[in-house]
């Protein structure tokens, strides 16, 4: 089981870590790669700049704890967590997420838990500059729902 | 003790972090964000609303009763926004 | 909107393919990508390798068809399907799609949409390799039913 | 007219494709397969199920009483299995 966690402010190649996460395994058939783009719109009005803040020792334990969840609820056999901070503009990759499987259906419920807690409770703040009007950004409650789903009771 | 503050958090106390000597009557999370709004008006303002501020201790979310004696390292921020 | 549709003997790279899916866009904000990998066990039992046979022209037609309707389902910004045929061994790429969307709730639903009707229905014939043993491999049922939950009546 | 065969089909018969005149008494694609059976032992043998095997004409797939006249392409061929 290949687990692969960085945050770093280089960009990434989905390739490459893909083909890392892959390398010497024959047992793998599907890798779902999900990759994180900064937009130039979000809720309707333009954004020119991004800026990601996180706790650095913090971060990667929170997301390694969720990686494990994911081990434990899906045959996984690989999986690779990669997360840009600093300042990026609308076209720049934010964060990518891979998963491996030998079947597809396990690799894509791996990547959806996966994304929808980074997407929402990742820890990571965002500040949001329009112009030169700077804003940090709030927790989304449309993003929680989407997490609920996989809350187990 | 080293306090850690993100985001606007951080911008309101003006540092990303520093080291305290905490107080004997400082016992908790909520006791801790009360001395910390006394210590001046960028303290204040950074812990105006403390009901929106989350902690962790050494790394792991806690609440605001959680005990802050044995703690390394205490960070404040606001609720993560995701990546 | 980049639509992408390729079938080739060649292999392909997944980084330059997302490139290729994202440049010039800004409105972008999700890329899914899922990779097919030939494995060396199917059923149980060792696969040495597997001969991919298709039907050129109305593959990539019939593939477009569902290209389209993924589009006229999801608001997608993009869509790249590359499908490889001949002789594959494990751990040799076997296809890949990849999604855009602004959101990345569209882009999972669209790449697992596809993926479902491209590993059941696509116009592609298998052929596995047991050793000396050569077998065509017959349509499997329960992959059928994944593709049931997209039918809309 | 052309005739394509794929996977099995096309080892049993011997050929990937081929010209044929089809014949007057043959006007749909379930007629043409009892034609093509008819042809010799490989034919026979390749068509010898014919109901699990599946036609295109000119790209499309039909069902076994759609006409075969208008046709420039005909392709038999097993269920198909995916990628």
């Given at each position: 089981m290949?687990?692969?966690?960085?945050?770093?402010?280089?960009?990434?190649?989905?390739?490459?870590?893909?083909?890392?996460?892959?390398?010497?395994?024959t047992?793998?058939?599907?890798?779902?790669?999900f990759?994180?783009?900064?937009?130039?719109?979000?809720?309707?009005?333009?954004?020119?700049?991004?800026?990601?803040?996180?706790?650095?020792?913090?971060?990667e334990?929170?997301?390694?704890?969720?990686?494990?969840?994911?081990?434990?609820?899906?045959?996984?056999?690989?999986?690779?967590?990669i997360?840009?901070?600093?300042?990026?503009?609308?076209?720049?990759?934010?964060?990518?997420?891979a998963?491996?499987?030998?079947?597809?259906?396990?690799?894509?419920?791996?990547?959806e838990?996966?994304?929808?807690?980074?997407?929402?409770?990742?820890?990571?703040?965002?500040?949001?500059?329009?112009?030169?009007?700077?804003?940090w950004?709030?927790?989304?409650?449309?993003?929680?729902r989407?997490?609920?789903?996989?809350?187990?009771? | 003790?080293?306090i850690?503050?993100?985001?606007?958090?951080?911008?309101?106390?003006?540092?990303?972090?520093?080291?305290?000597?905490?107080?004997?009557?400082?016992?908790?999370?909520?006791?801790?964000?009360?001395?910390?709004?006394?210590?001046?008006?960028e303290?204040?303002?950074?812990?105006?609303?403390?009901?929106?501020?989350?902690?962790a201790?050494?790394?792991v979310?806690?609440?605001?009763?959680?005990?802050?004696?044995?703690?390394?390292?205490?960070?404040?921020?606001?609720?993560?926004?995701?990546?």
């Open positions: 290949t687990v692969t966690i960085r945050l770093q402010q280089e960009d990434f190649d989905v390739g490459a870590e893909n083909a890392v996460l892959a390398r010497g395994h047992d793998i058939g599907a890798i779902v790669t990759t994180g783009i900064c937009r130039d719109s979000e809720a309707g009005s333009d954004v020119s700049a991004m800026t990601l803040e996180h706790y650095p020792g913090m971060a334990a929170e997301i390694a704890r969720h990686v494990e969840t994911a081990q434990a609820r899906w045959p996984l056999l690989g999986v690779t967590v997360h840009r901070y600093g300042r990026l503009v609308p076209g720049d990759n934010i964060m990518m997420v998963t491996a499987s030998a079947h597809r259906q396990a690799a894509f419920a791996a990547a838990f996966l994304m929808d807690y980074l997407k929402t409770q990742a820890p990571f703040w965002k500040l949001e500059e329009r112009g030169r009007d700077k804003k950004v709030d927790a989304k409650s449309s993003d929680d989407a997490t609920e789903r996989w809350r187990k009771d | 003790m080293k850690l503050y993100f985001a606007w958090l951080r911008e309101r106390v003006g540092k990303p972090e520093e080291e305290i000597a905490l107080p004997s009557n400082v016992s908790t999370i909520a006791d801790l964000m009360e001395w910390l709004a006394g210590r001046g008006e303290y204040a303002y950074a812990f105006e609303n403390r009901n929106v501020i989350r902690a201790i050494d790394h979310h806690v609440k605001a009763d959680a005990p802050v004696g044995a703690a390394r390292e205490i960070a404040f921020f606001p609720p993560m926004t995701g990546g």
